[in-house]
């Protein structure tokens, strides 16, 4: 560069080498890709190596060999997850190997223009031309597009699968808990005088106590309500809660029918995103009532 008439300024050997070594020398973009791996003949069983990243002109393989600069390679490019009787599956070429580093070896394509023609690369002509290798990287990232397309769509309905597994799961928990709570109180209930030790005799509020803490590892537990009842002949007594109808026993003068009634409304873990109430439909299964009822003779 001139500085003034007659002067020169040149510049620095150093910059100029640091200019030469960092500057980008790749004629295309390389993309990172994770549906291709690459098999090439070493003497040993072929394995499929993945390639680091890949352009129109050249790819970075991920390998333990170490080839010196400018061995030309012939390699098959496959596409992962694509089936073997898929024409399209894979493509024979031909590259020469430009750098090594220690995770790789950096490759650039040796294609003719037109597959066929006569030029200083016939020794290479099995592989593919320049023209149907760019169809095929178009035709990989077609189909990376479509699955990504595929997978948004698929994504709400496998996040709707995960809550009603959730919500299914809590509903079938809450209906064995309640079924098994009603039961307890149902065989403690009916001990009356029997009953030896804590928690003590019988009574409706015990009973009822028992229950609830049975039931206290469920959630919306206050939606629990537990009836306990008593019928002996025509005459039925109210132990805890609220004693309606209560079942018939087929022989009224000889025993004490007890009933335990519990019920308890199951409320979903999990929120859906949409629900239409008026027409019955949910995106997941609703607040459901559970109602499990213990039936028995009483010892007296």
Same mark, same amino acid.
């Given at each position: ?77 496959? +596409?992962?997850?694509?089936? /073997?009787?898929?024409?399209?599956? $894979?493509? %024979? ?5 430009? &750098? *090594?580093? @220690? ?17 200083? +690369?016939?020794?290479?002509? /099995?592989?593919?031309?320049?023209? $149907?290798? %760019? ?5 990989? &990232? *077609?189909? @990376? ?37 009603? &039961?307890?109180? @149902? ?114």
């Amino acid at each position: 560069m001139m500085d003034a008439p007659g002067t020169y300024h040149m510049k620095p050997v150093t910059s100029w080498f640091e200019w030469f070594l960092g500057r980008e020398r790749r004629k295309a973009e390389r993309r990172k890709t994770a549906r291709l791996v690459a098999h090439y003949w070493d003497g040993a069983a072929p394995l499929g190596h993945a390639i680091r990243d890949i352009s129109s002109t050249g790819l970075y393989l991920s390998t333990e060999q170490r080839w010196y600069p400018g061995t030309l390679i012939t390699m098959s490019l496959q +596409q992962v997850g694509i089936s /073997d009787s898929d024409p399209d599956h $894979s493509i %024979r070429v031909n590259a020469k190997v430009v &750098r *090594s580093d @220690a995770d790789g070896v950096g490759l650039t394509f040796v294609m003719t223009e037109k597959h066929g023609h006569a030029s200083t +690369q016939d020794a290479f002509v /099995d592989g593919a031309d320049r023209k $149907s290798f %760019r169809k095929f990287l178009d035709r990989i &990232r *077609s189909n @990376a597009g479509q699955s990504l397309v595929e997978y948004i769509l698929m994504l709400p309905f496998l996040i709707l699968l995960i809550i009603n597994l959730v919500n299914f799961s809590g509903f079938f928990y809450a209906w064995i808990t309640v079924a098994n709570a009603a &039961r307890a109180g @149902a065989d403690y209930a009916v001990l009356g005088g029997a009953s030896v030790g804590a928690p003590g005799r019988p009574t409706g509020i015990r009973v009822a106590a028992l229950i609830s803490q049975d039931v206290f590892s469920l959630p919306n537990k206050a939606t629990l309500v537990v009836n306990v009842c008593q019928k002996y002949q025509a005459t039925v007594t109210t132990l805890s809660g609220t004693c309606v109808v209560t079942l018939a026993d087929p022989e009224p003068s000889s025993f004490v029918l007890l009933t335990v009634d519990v019920t308890y409304t199951y409320q979903p873990l999990l929120p859906a995103g949409f629900k239409f109430p008026n027409l019955n439909i949910y995106a997941t299964i609703p607040p459901t009532t559970i109602h499990r009822k213990a039936v028995m003779r009483v010892i007296q």
